[in-house]
């Protein structure tokens, strides 16, 4: 009997490092457009250490808020089918990012600040529907259909912003992005958004919908917020992150209530309009309760 040859596993960790400027969520990249990663060294204690160390090493970037996201593992992330193991991070500064792109670069279907981008709505509804047509059998023609109805939903108000994942992997399954599997690229493959090597389109699509679910109940936006702000900076941040507008009233009485923030006593002295209070964040707060579990107050 031959022994069968041992498989080398590559373990890497992988960043989705986030930042927000000019109401614009940037993320880190790599020239190729990838995500920056790199492998897990024997002398790093924990995975997270391991992380912060390589990043600040390639980038000078100290990062701030971590958390892991996910394992990525299957067996054809990588063009050439090495098995590959990575360990994706989302990662939030305050510091501008080097190498970095908008998002919304690479998801240009997720941002609906100024109503739904009909244009591109509607070559992706062509699109899926040729895809929904050419099911091979019923149930799975119906399938298609309930994916659709729910990622891509005809009534704006039923949009839900944190199904980023589910919607690249639909487009992906419907072979309408450049990543879809050989053979299944459509005429519209790299025309929705910019391509990223291997899987790590689909990493960032799982730190995007992350971090917009994370926004609901746990104030992680303050990472991204300097020291001191107002309350409209902090409204075009969390908008910025969702994809969505909010009601503005809402919104403050929802941050304000929750006792998240506190005034300063300073102003920002603009040169149009009457100067705006200061606030900070209460981080005091983490301790005495957890912040309570909300939707969005959005807009229609």
Same mark, same amino acid.
């Given at each position: 009997?031959?022994?069968?040859?041992?498989?080398?596993?590559?373990?890497?960790?992988?960043?989705?490092?986030?930042?927000?400027?000019?109401?614009t969520p940037?993320?880190?990249?790599?020239?190729?457009?990838?995500?920056?990663?790199g492998?897990l060294?024997?002398?790093?204690?924990?995975?997270?250490?391991?992380?912060?160390?390589w990043?600040e090493?390639?980038?000078?970037l100290?990062?701030?808020?971590?958390?892991?996201?996910?394992?990525?593992?299957?067996?054809?992330?990588?063009?050439?089918?090495?098995?590959v193991v990575?360990?994706?991070?989302?990662?939030?500064?305050r510091?501008?990012l080097?190498n970095?792109m908008?998002w919304?670069?690479?998801?240009?279907?997720?941002?609906?600040?100024?109503g739904?981008?009909?244009?591109?709505?509607?070559?992706?509804m062509?699109?899926?529907?040729?895809w929904?047509?050419? +099911?091979?059998?019923v149930?799975t =023609?119906?399938?298609?259909?309930?994916?659709i &109805?729910?990622?891509?939903? !005809?009534? @704006?108000r039923?949009?839900?912003?944190?199904?980023?994942?589910?919607?690249?992997?639909?487009l992906?399954?419907?072979?309408?992005i450049?990543?879809?599997?050989?053979?299944?690229?459509?005429k519209?493959?790299?025309?929705?958004?910019?391509?990223?090597?291997?899987?790590?389109?689909r990493?960032?699509?799982t730190?995007?919908?992350?971090?917009?679910?994370?926004?609901?109940?746990?104030?992680?936006?303050?990472?991204?917020m300097?020291?001191r702000?107002?309350?409209l900076q902090?409204?075009s941040?969390v908008?910025?992150?969702?994809?969505?507008?909010?009601h503005?009233q809402n919104?403050?009485?929802?941050?304000q209530?929750?006792?998240?923030?506190?005034?300063?006593?300073?102003?920002?002295?603009?040169k149009?309009?009457r100067? +705006?209070k200061?606030f900070?964040? =209460?981080r005091e707060?983490l301790?005495?309760? &957890?912040?309570?579990?909300? !939707?969005l @107050?959005r807009?229609?």
């Amino acid at each position: 009997m031959v022994p069968k040859r041992r498989q080398n596993v590559v373990v890497e960790l992988q960043a989705v490092a986030v930042s927000v400027a000019n109401q614009t969520p940037f993320v880190m990249v790599m020239p190729d457009k990838s995500l920056p990663s790199g492998p897990l060294g024997a002398g790093h204690r924990t995975l997270q250490q391991g992380l912060r160390a390589w990043v600040e090493e390639q980038s000078g970037l100290k990062l701030g808020y971590v958390e892991q996201l996910y394992t990525f593992a299957d067996r054809d992330r990588t063009a050439d089918r090495r098995r590959v193991v990575s360990i994706g991070y989302l990662a939030l500064t305050r510091m501008a990012l080097h190498n970095a792109m908008p998002w919304y670069d690479f998801f240009p279907w997720e941002d609906h600040r100024k109503g739904v981008p009909q244009p591109l709505m509607a070559r992706i509804m062509e699109g899926l529907e040729g895809w929904k047509k050419k +099911a091979p059998d019923v149930p799975t =023609r119906r399938e298609r259909e309930e994916r659709i &109805a729910v990622d891509f939903p !005809k009534d @704006p108000r039923r949009w839900n912003e944190e199904l980023v994942l589910q919607r690249y992997e639909l487009l992906w399954e419907a072979g309408l992005i450049k990543e879809a599997a050989p053979g299944k690229g459509g005429k519209m493959a790299g025309a929705l958004g910019v391509p990223m090597p291997h899987d790590h389109r689909r990493i960032l699509a799982t730190g995007m919908a992350r971090l917009r679910a994370k926004i609901k109940y746990r104030p992680v936006v303050f990472e991204l917020m300097p020291d001191r702000f107002t309350l409209l900076q902090l409204q075009s941040t969390v908008e910025a992150l969702a994809g969505l507008r909010l009601h503005k009233q809402n919104f403050r009485r929802l941050v304000q209530g929750q006792g998240l923030v506190e005034e300063t006593g300073e102003y920002l002295i603009e040169k149009r309009g009457r100067p +705006a209070k200061l606030f900070a964040f =209460r981080r005091e707060v983490l301790r005495e309760r &957890a912040a309570a579990g909300t !939707k969005l @107050p959005r807009v229609g």
